[in-house]
């Protein structure tokens, strides 16, 4: 019954839905719902059916099976969205692996203004505000969406690929943590004066 239920939910929300708000519509705990998904998701792929039931950092989504991606994209005469540029996609891993972080953490990362790229993500709905910094000016945070983890097909930030450990991509790397630890330090220090 449960998984009945979910299944219309989650088809006619069209977008991923917390799980919480599930357990409140089901009157279930997080045990009990997490099960009744898995049930759905191993049917869907034991049956080879068209969905799948994803899992997204804490919500669920029905989408269309991967393997029958081209058809379904002609049936339903869309484009493909376009590709990110090599600045965007540099842009989107710092926010995705230092996040919550500021566009000045990530200018600093670049050595270049990214105010546009940053307004590109923002539109593209990849990134989201986070709050507020707690120094002076109180530059905005930044952080990834749901949409973007749907978009590498993540189920959480965990999945990340690990950052590079050699040459030029270490360098960078041990740059970034640094800056990171700096502007934690940073927010520490404020959010203990305020």
Do not use: W
Request: hydrophobic share 40%; charged share 30%.
């Amino acid at each position: 019954m449960i998984e009945s239920v979910l299944e219309g939910i989650l088809f006619a929300a069209g977008e991923p839905v917390e799980a919480d708000r599930l357990c409140k519509l089901l009157d279930v705990d997080k045990v009990t719902l997490d099960g009744a998904a898995k049930s759905l998701a191993d049917g869907y792929k034991f049956e080879r059916r068209g969905i799948r039931l994803l899992q997204l950092d804490g919500a669920y989504q029905l989408c269309s099976a991967p393997e029958h991606g081209d058809i379904i994209r002609r049936a339903m005469e869309t484009r493909k969205p376009p590709q990110l540029s090599q600045t965007a996609l540099e842009v989107l891993a710092i926010f995705a692996y230092f996040q919550p972080t500021t566009r000045g953490f990530v200018e600093q990362v670049r050595g270049v203004d990214s105010t546009y790229t940053v307004k590109q993500l923002l539109e593209r709905g990849l990134i989201e505000e986070a709050g507020k910094l707690n120094v002076p000016g109180r530059p905005t945070l930044f952080r990834t969406t749901k949409q973007f983890l749907r978009c590498f097909a993540l189920d959480s930030l965990d999945d990340l690929p690990p950052l590079p450990e050699t040459g030029e991509e270490a360098k960078l790397t041990k740059e970034m943590e640094d800056a990171a630890a700096r502007m934690k330090l940073m927010q520490e220090g404020q959010g203990e004066e305020g």
